[in-house]
Each structure stands twice: as structure tokens, then as C-alpha cells.
């Protein structure tokens, strides 16, 4: 099975930025869509971003304009450059591996904290 290490959460101020990375083990990396989801206190897990095998990508309305999403095959990573973070977007993040839609595994979430 493939695992997924998140890494590079943690407290940052109004206007900053983090640069979140997701580590996934297994030979089907390259052929899986890679995305970040969060879940805030209180309020739905929502898609933040994803990109296919092929690098197309995908972004919440929220974040578009603020946070990159890219990935390198080689080191089988897919990585979540945020940039001028607003409180809002304080959550729990998580990465997600998926095939079509019959396999997808998840990351164990990590922190992230904006403060005003």
C-alpha cells in the first residue's frame, strides 16, 4: 500500500506563507491525481487544490491566486505553497492519492494556524 507523510504545518501570521509537502511511497504514484483537502472547526472538508498524473490542476475559489499545488514525480512528492494566508484558512490539512475512483488512500492531516 502507499503512504502519505505530511509535513510543514504550523503557526504562521496574517500574510505569510508555508509550504506544505506530502511524501507517498509506492510505484503508482506517477499515475495517481494528488490533492490537498482541509477541515476547519466546525465546517466540511473541502477539496483545496489537486493535480492529475498529467499536471492539470485544480483549485478552491477560496485559494485560487494564493496557493500552488505541484508535485515531482522523482521524489515522489506533491507539495502546497501558500501564500498570503488569511485566518480562514486555519485547518486541519490533508493529502490524497487517488486512481479513478476506485482507490484512494489519505495522510494523517497536519495542522495549520494563521493568526491575525
Known amino acids: 500500500q502507499v503512504q502519505l507523510v505530511e509535513s510543514g504545518g504550523g ?6 506563507s508555508l509550504r506544505l509537502s506530502c511524501g507517498a511511497s509506492g510505484s503508482i504514484f506517477s499515475f495517481a491525481t494528488m490533492a490537498w483537502y482541509r477541515q476547519a ?40 505553497q501558500m501564500n498570503s494566508l488569511k485566518p480562514e484558512d486555519t485547518a486541519v490539512y490533508s493529502c490524497n492519492a487517488a486512481l479513478g475512483t476506485m482507490w484512494n488512500i489519505w495522510g494523517q492531516g497536519i495542522q495549520v494556524t494563521v493568526s491575525s
Open 11 to 16: 503557526l504562521v501570521q496574517l500574510g505569510g
Open 41 to 80: 472547526p466546525g465546517k466540511q472538508r473541502e477539496l483545496v487544490a489537486a493535480v492529475t498524473s498529467g499536471g492539470r490542476t485544480t483549485y478552491a475559489d477560496s485559494v485560487k491566486g494564493r496557493f500552488t499545488i505541484s508535485r515531482d514525480n522523482a521524489k515522489n512528492t506533491v507539495y502546497l
